[in-house]
Structure formats: structure tokens, C-alpha cells
């Protein structure tokens, strides 16, 4: 897709000025109309002081052309970064030796283009995001970003990745948090660069941006609950490993808030004992262990609540929110197919996760919950990042959503 959209840099505040006489003197307006018009309202002495600025002033003045966006595509923050797992990642699992990827068909049977590393058929969870954010186009991966993209943002999520460094090692490589985090320095290196090696302004622009982060999913389903693969469950009890992942988790985003993140979403789990591959492994199993995931599960979404509330009074000036998907998900008006997967998905000789290459799906795939046996369609994707982004139920974020996030 052909990145239309550019931010704006630090020319934001320069123009931002202007932005508010453009709206009022003219709704459509190319960039060279802009500056002439400017011209002609504004005295002949601002302008060429106006043009020298430019012309002397900003590295990116070679650029301005590209960094100007129609008024429809503007986003309501410069850049959105994003961190965790299969539910977000968009392309970054590709090249690396893992079960764990989702280029092949028929994932992106929706999706403009097709197969891409989405685990979905269409667009996934943070891809409903940056539209509602008002981006023109979805946040590049880590993988393949290049050159001045990163400045909108970088998607650094990986399948089968946790905030535990094992985490989702059986299904093969993966980019745990920690080096998610590492890849995130790499890219606010980059972005000083582009900033004319001003790391103030680099540090303000960083500031603005939306961070969001959604993991802890394989830290259970891929680790704790796969005893046969992991000792986690022997060593640490439900309460204990919650309370571990979250201290983790907690240094992770300290880190993050060092590397200039001020505005941070949290995505509780789900109610992962309801997902196929757990609905399929429970019944074979005999035992009703549903409950008991989500259960376990919970106690880790209370820690985060705890971790944004502890966030939001030690950290100066940050701001962190948590998203309920457990109650996003409960409260919903539920797809008529909640319990099997729209792909087709191996049982035998044990329950599968992903969809078959090259496998059937389901022709009515927005009346499904769950697109395989673990990951939502996209139908569910809007419902989660629609009410992520603006609540219907005050409870679906604390202390409220991305939207009002982006506000700040
Ligand atoms: C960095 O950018 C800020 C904001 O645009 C500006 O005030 C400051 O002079 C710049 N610093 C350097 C060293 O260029
Ligand atoms: C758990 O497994 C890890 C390796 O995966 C090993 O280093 C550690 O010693 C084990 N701990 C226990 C208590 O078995
Ligand atoms: C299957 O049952 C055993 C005990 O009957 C239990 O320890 C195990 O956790 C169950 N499997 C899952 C996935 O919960
Ligand atoms: C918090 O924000 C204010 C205003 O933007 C700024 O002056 C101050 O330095 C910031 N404090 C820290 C610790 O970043
Ligand atoms: C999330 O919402 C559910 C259902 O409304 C509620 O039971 C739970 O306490 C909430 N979780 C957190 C961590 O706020
Ligand atoms: C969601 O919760 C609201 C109350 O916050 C309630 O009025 C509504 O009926 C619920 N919707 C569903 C589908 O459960
Ligand atoms: C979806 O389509 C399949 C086959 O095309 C059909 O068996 C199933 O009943 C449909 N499901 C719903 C909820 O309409």
C-alpha cells in the first residue's frame, strides 16, 4: 500500500498556525496553493521571512512537500507503535523459522492484497485502531519499515510472542517483549536522525505519539497451561505467575516510558478457555478446564489495572490505559458462531491451532467469533478496537479510551 500519509514533523508547530486560517479560507487546497495564497493574504514581508525560514531552518524543508496530508487523512497523533503478539502483528513473524505465521492462504482472504502475516482474514485488531485514529495507512512492521515511514509509527508484534523470553519457543523463533523493546531503540535512533539529530525535538515528538500494547496471551496458552513443554506451572501458582508476568511487564514498560512513551493502551487477555483449540482440547481432556483458564487469566488482568493506576501516579506526565477485553467480549452481541472456527483447523491427533494452507473457510465469515482456532475474524477485530477506541460501556476501558487517550 502506498503510504499517503506522512506526519508532519517538526513543521507541526510552524504550521499549525496556519492550519487554522487554511480551514477557514479555503476547504480544498494543494500544496503550492497554500503557500501562494498564504502569500497573497499575509504582507510581503512574511513571506519572504517565511520562505528563508524554510528554506534555512528544517532539514525536512527538501521533504515538505511529501509531509503535507489532505485534511481527511490528518492523524489525530503524529505516529501509533505497537508491541505484542499475533493479535496485532501484521507481517514481522514472515521470514523467521516458526510455526507461528500467517502469510499463506487462507489468511487475508479479506484483506486487500491477500496473505500478508495477519493472523485474521482481513484486518486485524490494531489495523481497526489506526483507521479510527485517522491514518491513511496501516502502521508498517518492524520487518520491512524503512526510511521515513517509521515516523507514523513501527508495528513490532510477533506470533507465539510473550512477555517471558520461552514463551511460544515450541511453535519455533518469535520476538519476545524484551526484544521488541530493543527493535523500538533501534527505531527512535532512527527517528533522531530524521529529526536532524535533535533529540528534544525527537523526544517531543515521541511523547505524542499512541503506544499500544497487547500481550500475555502465550504466556499462558503457549507456557503455562503446555506443562509437557514448560515447567512454569510447577515452579510459580496461578496467583504467583501473575504476579510475575506483571512485574515483567512492569519493567518492560518502564523501559518503554524511557524511550519516550507518555500514552500507552494495555489490552487485557480474553477469555482465552473459550477460544476452539482450548474448547477442543477441554472436551478431549474430559475436565471442564475452560473456567479455569479464564480463571487463571484474570488474576493477570487485575495485575494490569493495577500496573496502570500505579503508572498514572509515579510516572510524570504519562498516561496509561487499560482496555477490558474480557467485558468488551462479554458484552457484545455475540456472532452466531462463537465456539469453532470459520477455517478449516486440524483436530487430529491433537487440536490445531491455524487454518489449514490452502484449506477451506466459511463463506459468512461475520457471523464467527474466530476466524482459527485462537485468532478472531475481523468482524470481532472491529468490535474490539471500535469500543477500545471509543467505549459503549463505561467499563470496556479505565479510566477511559484510546480515544480521549489521543485527545490528551
Ligand atoms: C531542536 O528543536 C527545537 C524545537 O523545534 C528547537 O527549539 C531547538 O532549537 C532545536 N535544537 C537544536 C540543537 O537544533
Ligand atoms: C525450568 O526450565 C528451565 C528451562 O526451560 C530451567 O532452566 C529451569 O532450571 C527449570 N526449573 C525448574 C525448577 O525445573
Ligand atoms: C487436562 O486435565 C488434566 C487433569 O485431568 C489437567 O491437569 C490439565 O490441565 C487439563 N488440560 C488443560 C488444557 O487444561
Ligand atoms: C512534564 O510536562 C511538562 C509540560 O509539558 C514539562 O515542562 C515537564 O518537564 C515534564 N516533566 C517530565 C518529568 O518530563
Ligand atoms: C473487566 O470486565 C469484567 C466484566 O465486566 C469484570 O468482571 C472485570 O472485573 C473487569 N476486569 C478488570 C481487570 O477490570
Ligand atoms: C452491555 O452493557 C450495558 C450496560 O453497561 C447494557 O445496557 C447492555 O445491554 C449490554 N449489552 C450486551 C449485549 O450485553
Ligand atoms: C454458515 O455457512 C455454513 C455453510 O455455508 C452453514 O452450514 C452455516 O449454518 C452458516 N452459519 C450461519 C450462522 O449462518
Redesign the pocket.
Known sequence: MAPRFEPRANMEDLEASFLDKKKKDSTKWKDGVFYYTLCSAYALAFCIALTLLMLLGFLLVSNLQKYRVTETSQPQVPCFFIFGDSISDNGNNNDLVTMAKANYQPYGIDFPGGPTGRFTNGRNLVDIIAELLGFASYIPPFATARGEEILKGVNYASGAAGIRE?SGQEQGDRICMDRQLQNHQITVSNIVKLLGNNESLATAYLNKCIYSVAIGSNDYLNNYFLPQY???S??YNEEQYAAVLAQQLYQQLLTLHKLGARKVALFGLGLLGYTPVELATCSTNGSSCVENIDNVVALFNDKLVSLVDDFNSNLPNATFIFINTTQISLNSSSAEVTDVPCCEVLRYPQPETQCVPLGKECSNRSEYSFWDAVHPTEAAYVVYGERAYRVESPTDAYPFDIESLAQL
Open positions: 520461552e514448560y515447567n512454569t510447577s515452579i
